[in-house]
T-cell receptor, first 113, second 114 residues
Framework: KAGVTQTPRYLIKTRGQQVTLSCSPISGHRSVSWYQQTPGQGLQFLFEYFSETQRNKGNFPGRFSGRQFSNSRSEMNVSTLELGDSALYLC????????????FGPGTRLTVT | AQSVTQLGSHVSVSEGALVLLRCNYSSSVPPYLFWYVQYPNQGLQLLLKYTSAATLVKGINGFEAEFKKSETSFHLTKPSAHMSDAAEYFCAVTPSGGSYIPTFGRGTSLIVHP
């Protein structure tokens, strides 16, 4: 069974631009969560989607948004990029919810210049 | 509210020695607890999870962890370290009720010397 895939793997953007990251969960998994990982803040939960609905949301500004499609694939969008948004963005999928443990993708390394 | 504390940002062991990575948590409701491993330039891989069944949980790659409610701990152990165990390890807690937003510890880097 294929694992969680994320595209692109690396991205360089300029301050003020916006970016869209994509995640394809493991087949049959309906829950997709997004995380931001930085050396300073560690791993922080962004949001979780289940059956195309945002079910949980972390403490991030409204510039961070996401959505999930009927095939469970998910995208996250960051608008008006700031230098502090440079991070590894990880997507994780699970069968029903995070409490079952998640399978993570390799991440998208976003650099904002 | 919940929090996770991993004692020691770096742990260094010799190959063949016992691995002990410490994790203490606080949670207002009974938690689910997890250990993940992250190798360089990769995402996280689930090692094991505690979801209120047996307190001693066995995971992949020879790792195990024991849930001790009285000590609010969930330490990760492995009897004999291999060079391939060198990686970053994360402890995480999710409440068993209400919102399932997970909280991760800051991570412990395991260094294995030959």
């Amino acid at each position: 069974k294929a694992g969680v895939t994320q595209t692109p793997r690396y991205l360089i953007k300029t301050r003020g631009q916006q970016v869209t990251l994509s995640c394809s969960p493991i087949s049959g998994h309906r829950s997709v969560s997004w995380y931001q990982q930085t050396p300073g803040q560690g791993l922080q939960f962004l949001f979780e989607y289940f059956s195309e609905t945002q079910r949980n949301k972390g403490n991030f500004p409204g510039r961070f948004s996401g959505r999930q499609f009927s095939n469970s694939r998910s995208e996250m969008n960051v608008s008006t990029l700031e230098l502090g948004d440079s991070a590894l963005y990880l997507c994780a999928s699970s069968l029903e919810r995070e409490s079952q443990g998640s399978y993570f993708g390799p991440g998208t390394r976003l650099t904002v210049t | 509210a919940q929090s996770v504390t991993q004692l020691g940002s770096h742990v260094s062991v010799s190959e063949g020695a016992l691995v002990l990575l410490r994790c203490n948590y606080s949670s207002s409701v009974p938690p689910y607890l997890f250990w993940y491993v992250q190798y360089p330039n990769q995402g996280l891989q689930l090692l094991l999870k505690y979801t209120s069944a047996a307190t001693l949980v066995k995971g992949i790659n020879g790792f195990e962890a024991e849930f001790k409610k009285s000590e609010t701990s969930f330490h990760l152990t492995k009897p004999s370290a291999h060079m391939s165990d060198a990686a970053e390890y994360f402890c995480a807690v999710t409440p068993s009720g209400g919102s399932y937003i997970p909280t991760f510890g800051r991570g412990t880097s395991l260094i294995v010397h030959p």
